[in-house]
């Protein structure tokens, strides 16, 4: 199996809920083989004529349409395809109208005559279409299986029965809830593992189909979300004294309850805009929507009903909009650092991209920034006096970190650096170490400075590749994570900048004998880190929100 076709009919094309079950499909095929020919096709974007029924492709002209359009090529390529997904949402109960048309123009492949085959009347084909695979892949806006009927018996008539697996999807609008991302994460799960089976055995195994089979969200759950998203002037008018509380339910339906494990809080939410205020009572991995106000908050999200609901749609990037002032926090700023978990569009550190590691492990985190500093404390101490102390035994040591964590840890931009300066520095020391001997404190000051202040231009902010392992997920694009640390690294740059000048200072002043505080001003820096890295995120989350947001 090489060559696979995608016949996508949704008119939404690869930005439909069915194209990402179709794109979870195809990353299982890829897995296990990476030598496949994938052609996608967006029929919405071809010119299809309809089929008028002149069978000219049978009598005058015969596998030849009148019409010279996007279907001949696309013939060509269904018919040499050894895998056909057809991937088409349930449209009234069948596939969409530029599905239809396709297939209605497939007729060329066929032949006029009518014969019997397998107890059952048909025409015969053009081409040998025996060893063909095709897959339906179809999401449903009902949360019942049974609606794709009319659909899968209409393509076992096109495909003369050989359709080899489904993937039906109901609730399948729930596929594109950004806040539903972790709870129905399941899913999609199985879809890949339905590729990784099917690439290998050509099927799916019970196990996974049993799983496919499954509704995304209990029923009851499905129906109450869809109602409340369905805007019809009726509701629109009976509605309107509970809009910020049914933004909220919506929200509510995204909770996951593993996310929530010792959690005993309260957040409040109170949008300006409709003077209203609920809350959240989140407590034994469990979370219950109560209106009004509460009187003992652990947190308090201030903000107007359209900003909260961009959020929550994925239109509105969170911690951009805090940062750009949208909206303001009150109480337990940890309590918000963990709501993408806990409802939802997160999936925390334990499934993140990045690799599964043990948190308390020595070469990860602020532990692993003190062990970067071992090999500059040797230099610093050793640089003018010891040549092998000062400059070869730093090499040592930035090459053994390296080494031990090359297999199971990343390597950071600090570790990296580290070891190529003290490369240098040892080649320099080779040709004039009188030179390292005289200055080599001060050069090291101003070298680590270097190092740091660039990570902030050309890379990620240095002490990012740390504090990142403190936090329950991925924030390397969090916006107030990557602020909080730039500033830290040129905070710590330009430290190292102050303790080079002062060396000089010390030097030249005949001062040398108390260089020794100057390693005072690190403790310093570590506590000033420690402080700063938690209170200026609070600081952004409690300041002032532009005027619209307290507009009526």
């Given at each position: 199996m090489k060559n696979i076709l995608i016949l996508n009919g949704s008119p939404r094309g690869k930005k439909g809920n069915t194209a990402k079950l179709v794109d979870n499909f195809i990353t299982g095929l890829k897995e296990r083989s990476s030598n496949l020919i994938i052609e996608n096709i967006e029929l919405y974007?071809?010119?299809?004529?309809?089929?008028?029924?002149?069978?000219?492709?049978?009598?005058?002209?015969?596998?030849?349409?009148?019409f010279n359009d996007d279907m001949k090529d696309l013939i060509s390529s269904y018919v040499n395809a050894d895998l056909v997904i057809w991937a088409t949402p349930l449209y009234h109960f069948g596939m969409t109208s530029i599905m239809k048309r396709f297939t209605e123009r497939t007729l060329p492949i066929n032949k006029p005559d009518i014969v019997k085959y397998d107890e059952t009347y048909t025409h015969p084909q053009r081409y040998d279409m025996n060893t063909k695979k095709n897959i339906l892949i179809s999401t449903a806006g009902f949360p019942e299986a049974h609606n794709f009927e009319v659909l899968i018996d209409q393509l076992k008539k096109i495909t003369g029965g050989k359709v080899s697996e489904s993937i039906l999807t109901v609730m399948g609008e729930l596929l594109s809830v950004k806040a539903l991302e972790n709870r129905i994460s399941w899913y999609l799960d199985a879809v890949q593992q339905a590729g990784r089976e099917f690439i290998s055995q050509c099927s799916f195994n019970k196990e996974t189909k049993d799983l496919l089979k499954e509704e995304l969200v209990p029923i009851d759950d499905f129906v109450e979300m869809a109602n409340l998203t369905q805007k019809t002037e009726e509701k629109i008018r009976t509605e309107k004294?509970?809009?910020?509380?049914?933004?909220?339910?919506?929200?509510?339906?995204?909770?996951?309850?593993?996310?929530?494990?010792?959690?005993?809080?309260?957040?409040?939410?109170?949008?300006?805009?409709?003077?209203?205020?609920?809350?959240f009572i989140i407590k034994d991995n469990s979370c219950q929507l109560e209106k009004g106000p509460s009187n003992n908050f652990s947190a308090k999200i201030i903000t107007s009903y359209e900003i909260w609901q961009k959020i929550s749609q994925g239109d509105l990037d969170g911690p951009q909009a805090m940062m750009d002032g949208l909206y303001r926090i009150e109480g337990d700023f940890d309590l918000i650092q963990k709501l993408d978990i806990i409802f939802g569009s997160s999936k925390g550190k334990q499934d993140s991209k990045r690799q599964k590691v043990n948190k308390d492990s020595r070469l990860l985190g602020q532990k692993a920034m003190g062990i970067s500093f071992i090999p500059w404390v040797f230099s610093w101490i050793f640089i003018e006096s010891n040549l092998f102390a000062g400059v070869f035994l730093p090499l040592l040591v930035s090459l053994g970190l390296v080494a031990i964590k090359n297999k199971n840890y990343e390597i950071t931009y600090f570790e990296k650096m580290n070891t190529l300066y003290f490369s240098i520095l040892s080649i320099i020391s080779l040709f004039d170490y009188q030179l390292l001997s005289n200055i080599g404190i001060e050069l090291n000051y101003f070298a680590v400075a270097s190092i740091w202040g660039l990570s902030v231009l050309f890379n990620t902010a240095l002490t990012s590749d740390y504090s990142k392992y403190d936090y329950e997920e991925d924030l390397e694009d969090n916006p107030i994570f990557i602020k909080t640390n730039n500033i830290l690294t040129l905070f710590w740059a330009l430290m190292f900048v102050g303790q080079g000048v002062a060396m000089i200072i010390l030097k030249n002043y005949g001062y040398l004998k108390y260089s020794p505080l100057l390693y005072i001003l690190i403790l310093v820096a570590i506590k000033f880190t420690d402080y700063f890295s938690k209170k200026y995120p609070e600081y952004i989350a409690k300041g002032k929100l532009k005027k619209n947001i307290f507009s009526s």
């Open positions: 974007k071809k010119n299809i004529n309809s089929c008028t029924g002149c069978f000219s492709c049978w009598n005058k002209t015969p596998g030849k349409c009148i004294s509970r809009k910020g509380y049914n933004l909220l339910k919506l929200m509510g339906h995204s909770f996951v309850p593993n996310n929530a494990n010792g959690i005993d809080a309260i957040l409040e939410m109170e949008f300006t805009d409709l003077n209203e205020s609920n809350h």
